[in-house]
């Protein structure tokens, strides 16, 4: 059996403004029911104006996620109760959502194919308490109105190894738009990943095995609101080890949605299929269409720096690095920023590019505190006596050995100080300052060859 | 002193004058609010609050402020956000809800010196065509006892009709404004959608939601519109399009103005009474100049119909955020209207229906749009009739949903189009009210003043 | 037309008694039957009208205002606890 696992991810905005509001989006750790007005209260007669940014920011991400922007797009309203939700519908997009049809292509070689892009708006903060031996639910409007993108992929996925990458790309690309924190720890992006088994046993007589096996199955799994990379991976687990258990017993999981618990290591029913909500979208009638044309959208794209899989092509290109060393140092923009503008200094420094990515990389500098001057300086100090070519040393010292053959055939008999004395010999013969250590190994190799 | 001869510039004019201070004008209108106490035009009189802002607005008037509503008392419907004074909506719902916020509106009436008198009654949530959906009992004839002053902004009607105050703000999405304008006889006029912003009143049905107001004459009604049009920063849906000088369209006769007279406005259902008294307004119109033309509208008979799938619709979604959490009480507490109208909007929004209905309306929508951008290339107004009857007596049809939603059959298209409608009343037959509707393309408002004015002459 | 008034009131979390519930299954269709005539029109090729100004692009810069404070957000509510909106426990 083979899992189909397809995601859906919120990626929350780092506007100043809420989405509909003037109310201050960095909600978080602040006191509650602090950032709230009439609009994000759902107070009666109040009405949304979208902001700006945050639907020319979720243009851009589906830009960075190669996908069509359709000229003509507008917001709905997805109507259901919950009491988090303070005017009983949640402005979303429905049909016509700003970005549409995009891809990933994951480490592993393999493209995700990505639905949709869109934009929404954030829900209040449930706080389930006890207070004098009895549970109550507090409700914290502050997060309410928080501009979010969601963005849906195919069911593309068969493992939780290509899940996490692409979680981790599209992290990095949020980051690198800045348009997101992207911080799962504060909420900024949360994930529902939906599992299903394909059975690849079933009908293995049937020649129309080929056509059944590639349809999807007809029940889905779907895990609400996980935010941890960490849970994600469980959840999936643990979803495939017990649809594989229903699956194995001729039965068939139930559709339905499922929360992770952590405590209890396992995923838990929410909601069945027939319980399952009809959100009677509509077209939202207070906000005005949006409509784009070639040229507003080209200054979106415009604003769309290097991606991650770009930069990290170009680094191994131009700075003549490993794949390895490029993928750590496109990791985070600001890193490959400093990375860059050490390589320039370092340029008028004689240093290479591969010099300074080593020196980066294996010290695990600390970018915020420390100036590209230093580090050039630094690798400087070290690298002084490594200026001279390893074949260059490696000549001389075939020179001396051949020069030399009494200390040669004293070393091989055993007499290990004859090395000193070969030393030196180099040391005399390099016109360079040759670092002692470097020419012993170089002498050693030669001599135990 | 009887202040029901002067006109809102006139009272102004005496006010500037100091012939009677705004405490008068105020304590005078208090007077006639609590003596026609029975008529139940109001859930909140702000006498304190208005006689505080009186004393306010006298001392201006006496440091030279000049204001177009300085110290000139109206009211507003209940479902008007009034910051600090509690606010309604005719449900027990609301009954305690004393909001955070005014409504824009509200602000810009108050900037220009206005004082809120109090908030006046209506059907519940601004369902109804009668005003006797309110929680807090139904308004109302100022005319004949027992009788419906219509609806659903009785109580705005009912205030201005009944000399409680100069001006009062209604809303209209199926004809609120101008069927109690008709049965009040009182000028009432629904703007183009947009014109004058929502921000800060409840919402009945988003798309189709018109703000606007009742006056005794037209001169009134274009001086408020100049106050409360415009762009609103809040509302999304007010365009940036230029206010109109109004008063400017007073000064003009209607020589060579083209007026439609739509066919299926004046077709079965209509009271033979209230169809001669039109057709009498239209003679004297052509005698004062107008070019008369018989026109058609033919998805008129749709009208109802669209109306009342994509209004319950929105209502159902306005009215999901009633739930006694951040304000108000529990949700059974919805009178029956407005659960009649949650139950219906949810079905025909619900899964597998939507194209049948919801879609299908809007679509219905653009060919009733169509049939006016088509009529408004060949003339510059129409003229039809507001109400297909006379006003009834309370309790005649609240029985019937369905035939009391069929009252607002001439002034839904206006909602579902977009354009402004205004009432002007032509007089009565049998001590009852008679309304005459001119409809024009959207932003024509001045237009409208302007034929409004040649029926009603000075 | 027969509607499933249970299932409807659910879906608009309206808790409904069992005359109401018997009274709007036979109003709401009768008004359905009323509404039953608009699919004599033929619609197939007309767009909907789901905004009638013709406006569009209208946004706001992403500037923050002034909110309410704690205590105004909080002062119509009948049940609050440490600054929030106090409500039977839900899971």
């Not at chain 1, 800045?178 to 990943?193: F, Q, T």
């Not at chain 1, 699956?247 to 339905?256: F, R, S």
């Not at chain 2, 669209?306 to 009633?322: D, F, H, M, T, W």
């Not at chain 2, 009739?385 to 298209?413: A, F, N, R």
Request: proline fraction near 4%; charged fraction near 25%; charge should be positive.
């Amino acid at each position: 059996m083979k899992p189909v696992i397809g995601l859906e991810v919120h990626v929350e905005l780092k506007t100043k403004s809420k989405m509909f509001c003037g109310c201050s989006a960095d909600y978080f750790g602040k006191k509650p029911n602090t950032h709230t007005c009439p609009v994000c209260l759902g107070l009666p007669g109040a009405l949304p104006v979208p902001n700006k940014t945050a639907i020319e920011w979720c243009v851009m991400l589906g830009m960075a996620l190669d996908c069509n922007i359709p000229l003509f797009s507008k917001f709905d309203r997805k109507n259901y109760f919950y009491p988090d939700l303070a005017k009983g519908y949640q402005i979303s997009q429905y049909d016509e959502p700003f970005c549409l049809k995009g891809s990933i292509k994951l480490g592993s070689g393999k493209t995700i194919r990505i639905t949709r892009v869109h934009m929404e708006e954030d829900t209040g903060k449930l706080i389930h308490e006890n207070v004098n031996g009895q549970g109550i639910t507090l409700i914290d409007f502050n997060r309410s109105g928080v501009p979010l993108v969601e963005i849906v992929t195919e069911p593309d996925f068969d493992n939780t190894k290509d899940v996490l990458d692409y979680l981790k790309k599209l992290q990095q690309i949020a980051r690198y738009l800045d348009i997101s924190n992207a911080d799962m720890e504060k909420g900024d992006m949360r994930l529902e990943p939906n599992i299903s088994l394909r059975s690849n046993t079933t009908n293995t007589t049937n020649n129309t095995n080929q056509q059944i096996t590639n349809k999807l199955p007809n029940y889905k799994v779907e895990v609400k609101n996980i935010n941890s990379f960490r849970f994600v991976e469980k959840a999936i687990a643990f979803e495939i080890k017990r649809q594989t258990e229903i699956i194995e017993k001729k039965g068939i999981p139930v559709q339905e949605t499922r929360g992770w618990d952590e405590n209890k290591q396992k995923t838990v029913t929410q909601r069945v299929k027939e319980e399952a909500s009809d959100y009677r979208y509509f077209p939202e009638p207070d906000i005005p269409p949006i409509r784009w044309n070639d040229k507003k959208l080209l200054m979106i794209k415009k604003q769309i720096p290097e991606l991650p899989d770009t930069k990290k092509r170009r680094f191994q290109k131009q700075y003549n690095i490993s794949q390895y060393d490029a993928e750590i140092l496109t990791r985070e923009k600001t890193l490959a920023d400093f990375y860059e503008t050490c390589v320039n200094d370092g340029q008028k420094a004689n240093l290479t590019a591969k010099q300074v990515s080593n020196y980066i990389i294996n010290k695990k500098i600390d970018i915020e505190s420390t100036l590209p001057a230093e580090i050039i300086k630094n690798i400087k100090a070290l690298t002084i006596y490594l200026r001279i070519d390893e074949s260059e040393i490696k000549k001389i010292v075939e020179r001396v050995l051949n020069e030399n053959k009494n200390a040669v055939g004293d070393y091989r008999n055993g007499k290990v100080s004859a090395v000193q004395y070969l030393i030196g010999k180099v040391l005399m013969v390099s016109k360079e300052k040759l670092e002692v250590s470097r020419v012993k190994k170089i002498l050693e190799e030669k001599l135990n060859d | 002193m009887n202040y029901s001869a002067y006109t809102i510039q006139g009272a102004r004019a005496s006010l500037k004058k100091k012939h009677f201070s705004s405490t008068h004008l105020v304590k005078a209108c208090i007077d006639e609010i609590k003596e026609k106490e029975n008529l139940n035009a109001f859930i909140t009189v702000c006498e304190k609050e208005a006689l505080k802002k009186a004393t306010e607005a006298d001392k201006k008037i006496k440091d030279g402020v000049d204001l177009p509503l300085l110290g000139i008392p109206i009211s507003v419907k209940d479902i008007y956000l009034t910051k600090g004074i509690r606010t309604t909506a005719a449900s027990k719902i609301l009954d305690d809800f004393i909001p955070q916020y005014s409504a824009t509106v509200v602000k810009k009436l108050e900037d220009v010196g206005a004082i809120i008198i109090g908030k006046t009654n209506c059907d519940a949530w601004a369902h109804g065509s009668s005003g006797e959906n309110s929680d807090y009992g139904p308004t109302e004839s100022p005319f004949l006892e027992g009788y419906v002053p219509g609806g659903s902004s009785s109580g705005s009607a009912v205030s201005v009709a009944a000399q409680m105050c100069f001006a009062s703000m209604g809303s209209d999405t199926g004809g609120s404004i101008r069927l109690p304008a008709s049965f009040c006889e009182i000028v009432g006029l629904k703007p183009t959608y947009g014109r004058v912003s929502r921000y800060g009143i409840i919402a009945m049905a988003s798309s189709l939601d018109s703000i606007g107001h009742f006056t005794n004459t037209i001169e009134e009604s274009a001086l408020m519109l100049s106050i409360t049009a415009g762009k609103d920063p809040n509302d999304a849906t007010t365009p940036d399009e230029t206010v109109d000088d109004y008063q400017s369209y007073l000064k003009k006769d209607i020589k060579g103005i083209r007026i439609g007279i739509p066919k299926e406005y004046f077709a079965q259902g209509l009271d033979k009474r209230i169809k001669e008294k039109i057709e009498a307004e239209i003679k004297s119109l052509e005698k004062q100049g107008a070019k008369i033309e018989n026109i058609s509208l033919p998805n008129t008979e749709y009208a109802i119909a669209c109306y009342y799938i994509i209004q319950p619709a929105e209502v159902s979604s306005n009215l999901g955020r009633y739930d006694g959490i951040r304000y108000g009480s529990a949700r059974q507490n919805f009178g029956e209207e407005a659960k009649r109208r949650i139950m219906l909007g949810t079905y025909v929004l619900s899964s597998g229906y939507y194209d049948a209905y919801y879609k299908k309306a809007m679509q219905i929508r653009t060919l009733i749009k169509k049939d006016f951008d088509e009529v408004f290339k060949k003339v510059d107004v129409v003229i039809t009739p507001v109400s297909p009857t006379l006003p009834w007596k309370i309790g005649e049809k609240s029985s019937d949903p369905l035939s009391m939603y069929l009252s607002d059959v001439y002034t839904v298209t206006a909602n579902l189009a977009g354009i402004p409608g205004i009432s002007v009343p032509i007089g009565l037959i049998q001590s009852l009210p008679v309304g005459l509707q001119i409809l024009g393309p959207h932003f024509s408002e001045g237009k409208l003043f302007q034929v409004g004015k040649a029926i009603l002459g000075v | 037309m027969k509607i499933n008034v249970k299932h409807v009131a659910k879906l608009a979390n309206l808790p409904l008694s069992q005359e109401e519930e018997k009274k709007f299954e036979k109003q709401l269709s009768s008004i359905l039957e009323y509404v039953e005539q608009l699919n004599s029109v033929d619609t197939k090729n007309f767009e909907i009208t789901s905004q009638i100004t013709g406006l569009e692009n209208i946004t706001r810069e992403d500037k923050t205002s002034i909110s309410l404070f704690q205590e105004e957000a909080l002062s119509n509510s009948k049940s609050n606890h440490n600054g929030m909106f106090k409500i039977k426990k839900i899971l």
